[in-house]
C-alpha cells in the first residue's frame, strides 16, 4: 500500500505512535509519505519506502492566525496526485480529519477517491476536541472519516459520550518496538545520578497541566523523607518553570533532574526503578508502556486508559487521581527490595502483550477493510 501519514512532530503521544507506525510499515514493505509541519524527530535516517512532505504555510500580514489547515489539505492532495497514494491515516483529530475531508473533497472533483482512517489518540476528544469551538467539526469529520479507530478502550467509549458518532471505532492500542526500548547496561549512568545506591523515580511527559506533575513530585517529596531516593524529570513544556519553583520552595532540587526533551528515553529509562503517572486524564499512556519495557514498574493514577495497561498490585499499583498518599504508600511497597524484582520481572511480561509485531498487522487490516469497502 501507499499510505499518507499525517501527525505532529512530537516527542511523545500521536507523533510517536505515528512515526513508528510508519517506519513499521516500510519495513514490511509498504511505502509511507509523512506529510506534516516539520520533520519527526524519530525520522532522522534513510529508508527507501519513507518519504516526508513539508508542509509550508506562506506568510501573509493579514494572517494573525497562519491558515495550517488549508496548506495541509492542499499538501495533502499534492501528495495524493504526485506519489498516487492509496490512503491517507491521520493522527489526532483536530485538525487533521477536517484537512483531511477537505482534501478527499477536492481530490473527488478531480475523479480521484482516497479514503481517510482517523486515529484518535486522546486530547483531541477528551480536553480539547469537546469545547464548543472544535466539536462540530470533530464531530462532522470524525464521521466522514472512513475508517475511525481509538487508543483504548476507554477513548472509544469518551468518543461516543461526547460526540453523536455514527461510524464504528475500533481499538487499535498503542504499541512498543521491544527491540529499541529494552532494559540496557548504564550503570555509570546510574552511578552519577544514585552514588550512594538511591532508589531512581522516573517522570516522563510534555509538563502539561493534565500530567499533574505536582503529584509526581509530592509524591517523591515523601517517599525522600522515608527512603534514599532520586527524581529525575524528562521532557519539558509549559508547567516545567512552575514545577522547578515547586521543587524551590519544598527544598528538594538538590534531589531532582530536570532532563528537558530526549530522544534516547530508553537510556533514562533503563536506569530507573519506578516510573510515576499521576495524570488527570490518559487516554493510553504510552510513556507508562515505554518504562515497562524497561522493566520499570508503574504509580499511576486510575485515570482514562490507564487500568487497560497497568495492573494493580501486579505491573504497579493505580490511584484515585490526586491521592499522593496512596500513591508513596504504593510506592515504597514496589521499591522495597523483597518486591521490586517481581514488579521489573511483570513489567517485561506486560510489555511484550503490545509488542509492535501483535500491533502492527491490526493496522493493516483495518486499511485493507477500508479500501475493500470505500
Ligand atoms: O500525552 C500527551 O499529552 C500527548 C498526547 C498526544 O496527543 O500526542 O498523547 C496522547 O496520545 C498518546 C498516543 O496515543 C497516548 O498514549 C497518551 O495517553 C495521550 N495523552 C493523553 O490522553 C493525555
Known sequence: MKIGIVCYPTFGGSGVVATELGKALAQNGHQIHFITYQQPPRLDFFNENVFYHEVN???????????????????????????????????????????????????????????????????????????????????????????????????????????????????????????????????????????????????????????????????????????????????????????????RELGISDDVRFLGKLDAVEEILSVADLFLMPSENESFGLAALEALACEVPLITSNAGGLPELNIQGVTGFLSPVGDVADMVKNALYILDDENLPRFKENALARAREFELSKILPMYEQHYERVLATN
Open 57 to 247: 504555510i506562506p506568510a501573509y500580514p493579514l494572517f494573525q492566525f497562519p491558515p495550517y489547515e488549508t496548506a495541509l489539505a492542499s499538501e495533502m492532495v499534492n501528495v495524493v496526485l504526485n506519489e498516487n497514494v492509496d490512503l491517507l491515516h491521520v493522527h489526532y483529530a483536530i485538525p487533521h480529519a477536517s484537512a483531511a475531508y477537505m482534501a478527499k473533497m477536492i481530490l473527488r472533483s478531480q475523479g480521484r477517491h482516497v479514503p481517510v482512517v482517523t486515529t484518535l489518540h486522546g486530547t483531541d476528544i477528551t480536553l480539547v476536541g469537546k469545547d464548543a469551538s472544535y466539536e462540530p467539526v470533530v464531530t462532522f469529520s470524525i464521521n466522514e472519516s472512513d475508517g475511525v479507530t481509538a487508543v483504548s478502550e476507554n477513548l472509544r467509549q469518551d468518543t461516543y459520550a461526547h460526540f453523536n458518532i455514527t461510524r464504528e471505532v475500533e481499538v487499535i492500542p498503542n504499541f512498543i518496538d521491544l527491540t529499541r526500548f529494552k532494559r540496557q547496561n548504564k550503570d555509570h549512568f546510574k552511578t552519577a545520578i544514585c552514588p550512594n545506591g538511591e532508589k531512581l523515580v522516573v517522570h516522563t511527559s510534555n509538563f502539561r497541566r493534565v500530567k499533574r506533575i505536582d503529584d509526581a513530585v509530592m509524591t517523591f517529596y515523601h517517599l525522600r523523607q522515608q527512603i534514599p531516593v532520586k527524581l529525575l524529570l524528562a521532557g519539558d513544556g509549559p508547567e516545567r518553570t512552575r514545577i522547578q519553583q515547586l521543587c
